[in-house]
């Protein structure tokens, strides 16, 4: 059986999975929901990207996509995002950020995780209470896969991979949800047990990287290795992302 794309750079399928700022339930109603998903539609008109499978919950959602490139993922997130950031302001008197990061995202580079990640997202709803069986959950890509109803996802992408489409639902239906996903709680403790780490090898505290260039530059360099984004480093240093980026350049 053909393998996935290699270059993990460049290609391939991604877990992305968004949530409400400070855990707060951005999508609790059906007109929030279908919104999420009407401009999930209309956004992937604009990049390069194929939606693989989603399943919107209260506070936060996730989805698999594929693209060639890792820009276009970026870009139609952050295109998304900010759509539904502004509707849901709007419609909620509010100011303010709506998301809790821009997007978690997640390399899938094996085609039996692929597959185990799609029922697992289908599974979404059935784990957290809202339904008794994935298929009876409306704000889901299971009805486009075992109902036929055709509103947003791409199956060019699986097709390529596997025999055909009838052994796509047939893999998914007998797959294994419970499987190692990303976690957003586990990858900030993470995050912070590196820095600890960083600190202690090189007998420095924060204020100490915070207050020079140099130290910035060499735990970016170290948190880099370690697969680490900018961001992680901004927010524990209380610098703005943007500045961080200058003094790294």
Request: net charge positive.
């Amino acid at each position: 059986m053909p393998r996935l794309p290699r270059n993990i750079h460049k290609i391939g399928f991604f877990h992305i999975m968004v949530q409400g700022i400070n855990k707060s339930y951005i999508f609790r109603t059906e007109a929030q929901k279908k919104e999420y998903i009407k401009l999930m539609k209309e956004c992937n008109k604009k990049f390069d990207i194929k939606i693989i499978s989603y399943c919107i919950m209260d506070n936060q959602s996730h989805m698999i996509i594929y693209s060639e490139h890792i820009t276009n993922i970026s870009n139609y997130m952050k295109s998304h995002n900010t759509s539904y950031g502004i509707y849901y302001n709007k419609t909620n008197d509010r100011i303010g950020f709506v998301f809790r990061n821009r997007f978690q995202s997640q390399y899938i580079d094996d085609e039996n995780y692929l597959i185990n990640c799609i029922k697992y997202i289908h599974m979404n709803s059935v784990k957290a209470g809202k339904e008794l069986k994935e298929e009876d959950y409306k704000y889901s890509s299971y009805k486009e896969y075992f109902k036929n109803k055709k509103i947003i996802i791409n199956k060019e992408p699986l097709i390529k991979i596997f025999v055909n489409e009838k052994d796509i639902l047939e893999r998914i239906k007998t797959a294994n949800d419970e499987i190692e996903v990303m976690d957003i709680e586990r990858d900030e403790e993470n995050f912070k047990i590196a820095m600890q780490e960083y600190l202690k090898e090189n007998k420095l505290n924060l204020e100490e990287i915070k207050n020079n260039k140099n130290n910035i530059k060499d735990v970016a360099k170290y948190l880099k290795k370690k697969k680490y984004k900018q961001v992680q480093l901004a927010k524990m240093l209380d610098i703005n992302p943007k500045t961080l980026s200058r003094m790294l350049k």
